[in-house]
């Protein structure tokens, strides 16, 4: 079992870092506060006993050692950066709970067959950049070069931020992690939503991650004199975006868990007196299930389509990013589900809506989650808030799925 004060207090110190006057933490990557936030996970891993050290993507990697110092390791992580103003505990709770695990299992002399390691994986989030993931990415051997040169709002790219930081951006594929080499990968994440307080249940077992699928309307029409030119007569860009938003809507709504959001708008030339000529909009849609995600994106298709030529609109529509859904590993779904019965808990199962660096580990290893209940389901705010008691929870049920895969030869 793991000490429930010691992860709360290293919870609240991390926090101090990037804190903002709201209450909010602001640590995006490659920064000063990244780098502070870096160096106190180090202490606690340290102090836990692990051997510590940075890939070559600014992974933050703590090991404990096995039986079997050449088995497949177990790993563990989540992320440390944040959104603009975000919560405490997105992330961090799943970084800061492997370390106590670890920790725990040295103060107990319990020794695992494999090597357990907990990661703190680089830019999770995605906010600098506007590209996400990059330490996960690394570490499955799927990031590109070429991607390092997404750019942050000052022209800086990912590369030169990694050169300021004192990685080599072309070093980046000896971060990559040899196929075989792991045997699984685990996650405890606040819920981000509020279906485990609204069942008044502590924990949840993931059983897939949802694929997000992130596109850009661009739709054109005529710009006009908001006095002078008759209802009958405009061809209005915006009017076609709001019937497109409302079919967004519809669609989704005839699923059982398909989510889509708008969450961007632009128009243009945004005059109050003028018709749009042009209005820009986002989409992210989301579904654990890629059939059903396809067949709402299709029937989204279809409307625009109907819509626009309707109303004399000419579209397109940009891909932005498109993520398969992830089906968790069975046999770590079952091993959650017995840690959650032996600590008395109800072993309930539900899909995850937001990502996670999961995502981009299928193709190396099997992959799991495990959800700790979020006050009121609120994430990426100041008022983001997990219990000291659900921290504990969800941490002791890492715990023992963790020791189930890593005991086993």
Not at 91 to 103: F, I, Q, R, T
Not at 109 to 115: L, Y
Request: aromatic share 4%.
């Amino acid at each position: 079992m793991i000490n429930p004060e010691r992860l709360w207090d290293r919870l609240m110190r991390l926090g101090e870092i990037g804190k903002q006057e709201s209450g909010g933490i602001t640590r995006l990557s490659f920064t000063p506060e990244e780098r502070a936030a870096k160096d106190l996970v180090r202490s606690f891993m340290e102090e836990a006993g692990l051997a510590v050290r940075e890939d070559a993507v600014g992974n933050l990697i703590g090991r404990r050692e096995g039986r079997n110092p050449e088995a497949p390791v177990v790993l563990v992580g989540s992320h440390i950066d944040s959104v603009y103003n975000g919560g405490n505990f997105d992330g961090p709770l799943g970084v800061l709970a492997g370390v106590e695990m670890l920790h725990a299992m040295a103060e107990q002399n319990v020794v695992t067959e494999h090597p357990i390691e907990v990661i703190a994986f680089t830019d999770e989030e995605g906010t600098r950049f506007r590209y996400g993931m990059i330490g996960s990415r690394g570490i499955a051997g799927i990031l590109e070069r070429s991607e390092l040169e997404h750019r942050d709002d000052e022209g800086i790219s990912i590369a030169e931020a990694m050169r300021q930081s004192g990685l080599d951006p072309d070093a980046i594929h000896e971060a990559a992690r040899p196929k075989g080499s792991v045997k699984a990968y685990v996650e405890l994440h606040i819920e981000q939503g509020k279906v485990l307080e609204s069942r008044g249940l502590s924990v949840g077992v993931v059983s897939g991650v949802a694929g997000p699928l992130w596109v850009k309307f661009i739709l054109e029409g005529e710009a006009g004199h908001a006095g002078a030119t008759p209802m009958s007569l405009r061809r209005d860009p915006l009017a076609a975006a709001a019937e497109i938003m409302l079919a967004i809507e519809a669609a989704a709504g005839k699923t059982d868990a398909a989510v889509g959001t708008v969450g961007q708008m632009q128009v243009f030339p945004g005059g109050v007196n003028v018709i749009p000529g042009r209005v820009e909009f986002s989409l992210d849609l989301r579904d654990v299930d890629q059939a059903i995600l396809d067949q709402v994106e299709a029937e989204i298709h279809h409307m625009t389509e109907k819509i626009c030529e309707k109303r004399g609109i000419s579209y397109k529509i940009e891909l932005l990013q498109r993520i398969p859904p992830v089906v968790c590993s069975e046999e770590i779904q079952l091993a959650a589900r017995n840690a959650c019965e032996l600590l008395g808990f109800e072993p309930f199962t539900l899909p995850s809506g937001a990502g996670h660096d999961c995502m981009q580990l299928t193709s190396l290893c099997p992959v799991g989650m495990i959800f700790a209940r979020s006050q009121k389901g609120i994430s990426h705010n100041p008022a983001e808030y997990t219990t000291k008691e659900d921290c504990a929870n969800g941490a002791n049920v890492l715990y023992h799925t963790v020791l189930s895969l890593a005991q086993k030869a």
